[in-house]
């Protein structure tokens, strides 16, 4: 990944204490901004904001801002993605995805998503591309959600395994993610107990999300990893 994608490891990009340990002291749908530090390696990026609004009828607007530091800002842009979604039986069932490249227009595009007819419309600039879709599928940045979600329905059961279908790319993309471990993750906001998180399914490329139960299971630390290396770190800053 290079750090032109900072942005969109940022915004995907993106879960998750012992069965003893799970009982979480918010709503974890409840609306909420939260704000992280973004590192390259041991570069500062910046900072990025991931916010969850309700919409009504159990539907959701999941939005991420960068705020990159000026040399990134001039030469990428500041990327925003957008995510609509509805919560269904405790699953996420995406209905909207926009993409808002910084820089260039050219990169921003939509898709949208028909769960009963199982498909996806991608738009990007004047080119429309039809997706057949495999089950509960959602946008690259959703899929954080999704998973946050399974995790709050397997009550931080530590070795619970599944698989997860993604668009990304113009392609349906299949992640598998367990619960590893509860850990404790000291962060610029605080200390907390969380549910360690990671992707599985490729020895090459992981990501790892620490999910804090007193704080809705909201993600408190995140690393994307590449050949044994953490290329991309989030970390919960103190609210402002």
């Keep these: 990944m290079s750090v032109r994608k900072w942005g969109r490891g940022l915004l ?3 879960l998750l204490v012992a069965p003893s340990l799970v009982h979480a ?7 909420r901004s939260d704000r992280y530090s973004v590192e390259w390696g041991s570069i500062a990026l910046g900072e990025g904001t991931i916010s969850l609004r309700p919409s009504g009828s159990g539907c959701y607007e999941y939005r991420s801002t960068t705020k990159p530091i000026a040399l990134v800002r001039w030469t990428y842009g500041a990327p925003e993605e957008r ?3 509805c919560l269904v039986q405790g699953a996420v069932q995406a209905r909207n995805f926009a993409y808002r490249s910084g ?8 898709i949208d998503f028909d769960a009963k007819a199982a498909h996806a419309k991608i738009i990007r600039g004047g080119t429309v591309t039809q997706l057949h879709l495999p089950g509960e599928t959602t946008d690259r940045f ?13 009550q931080g059961r530590i070795g619970a395994e599944r698989e997860f279908h993604f668009v990304d790319d113009n392609k349906v993309r299949a992640y598998r993610f367990a619960i590893r471990a509860a850990e404790t993750v000291q962060t610029e906001a605080g200390s907390f107990q969380t549910l360690r998180v990671e992707r599985i399914d490729n020895p090459k490329k992981s990501y ?4 804090a139960p007193a704080r809705g299971y ?5 690393e994307h990893i590449n050949k044994n290396k953490v290329e991309l770190r ?6 402002k």
């Design 12 to 14: 995907i990009a993106t």
């Design 25 to 31: 002291a918010s709503d974890p749908w409840a609306a």
């Design 83 to 85: 995510s609509e979604f």
């Design 103 to 110: 820089k260039n227009s050219a990169d921003s595009f939509t």
């Design 142 to 154: 959703s899929i954080r959600e999704a998973v946050r979600a399974w995790v709050i329905q397997e």
């Design 208 to 211: 790892r999300y620490w999910l």
């Design 218 to 222: 909201v993600p408190v630390k995140i």
């Design 234 to 239: 989030m970390s919960l800053l103190p609210a």
